[in-house]
């Protein structure tokens, strides 16, 4: 999959960053969720990439990027250290200023980014989430038995990580496979690179570490924006499945109004999986919002 595009690995304070990149145009990150990697863009990218200059990474603790031991306080998987991820990528592939259009996890990443780094985000759409502390303090029974992953992955290790780690291709699975659509949507080779990258070493714990930072740092991280009165005001567009949890369990327009000034935004039709279940429908709002230049 995305053999058009060039492969890269690069390193920020030791951590390594995979990736691949390529097309012409305005720079345009793209960013993942769990339990993914950058293959989640093969049915859009080719197709931005005629418009834009794509640059797709893994997430550090994903894919093929690097996976860091844990710390006490798990700094080395906020959200603030993955967003340094994304602006070194960017700046390694020349671009100061860019688009983002990310997933799930990486949406995450891409509001951190966003409030961090405002000079270099000229506009963000994000895909089926709420801001992160308002989904944790607004959390209803329904939310907690659809994202039943979300507590599961945060208790201490090492339970969770034991149970992934001994069947990763179960965990991926039953992940993906609990969603509106099933496992259906889902290509077969990237179904397979998806459960390639969770059996790596590693990949178990720093997941858990992904979702335990965004219960504790993360969290103050964005309690702290609100404190200081710290909102987005770059173009923001978020787009929810119909289908999915999101929608249904929270006002998403509403909870980002809160926290950014210029935001549009509905639903597409499919689930969670947007990229994969919806791509043509993605495609279309990206290049209306990213302002594509017409071909030559």
Request: aromatic share 8%.
């Amino acid at each position: 999959m995305l053999d058009s595009f060039s492969s890269f690995d690069l390193s920020r304070d030791g951590v390594r960053l995979h990736g691949k990149a390529g097309g012409r145009g305005a720079p345009l990150l793209l960013l993942h969720g769990h339990p993914q990697t950058h293959a989640i863009w093969h049915r859009v990218a080719p197709l931005l990439a005629e418009r834009f200059n794509v640059v797709m990474m893994d997430l550090r603790g994903y894919g093929d990027s690097g996976r860091p031991e844990a710390d006490e306080g798990h700094v080395r998987y906020s959200k603030r250290e993955m967003a340094l991820d994304a602006l070194s990528v960017m700046r390694a592939h020349g671009f100061e200023r860019f688009g983002v259009l990310a997933h799930d996890r990486g949406a995450r990443v891409a509001h951190r980014l966003a409030v961090d780094h405002p000079q270099a985000v000229e506009r963000m759409m994000l895909l089926d989430i709420a801001p992160t502390l308002a989904m944790y303090e607004n959390t209803t029974e329904a939310f907690a038995r659809a994202y039943w992953h979300w507590f599961f992955l945060i208790q201490p290790p090492p339970l969770p990580e034991a149970l992934i780690a001994s069947d990763p291709a179960r965990y991926v699975r039953s992940v993906m496979g609990s969603r509106h659509a099933g496992l259906g949507p889902f290509a077969p080779e990237a179904l397979a690179e998806y459960e390639r990258c969770a059996a790596i070493d590693g990949t178990a714990r720093a997941i858990c570490e992904d979702y335990r930072a965004s219960a504790t740092i993360d969290l103050e991280h964005d309690r702290a924006d609100i404190l200081a009165g710290r909102t987005l005001d770059m173009p923001l567009r978020v787009l929810w499945g119909a289908h999915g949890v999101v929608g249904r369990c929270f006002d998403v327009l509403a909870l980002w109004r809160e926290r950014a000034q210029d935001v549009t935004g509905g639903t597409l039709p499919c689930g969670h999986y947007i990229p994969e279940e919806a791509p043509a429908e993605l495609v279309a709002e990206a290049l209306s919002f990213f302002n594509a230049t017409p071909k030559d």
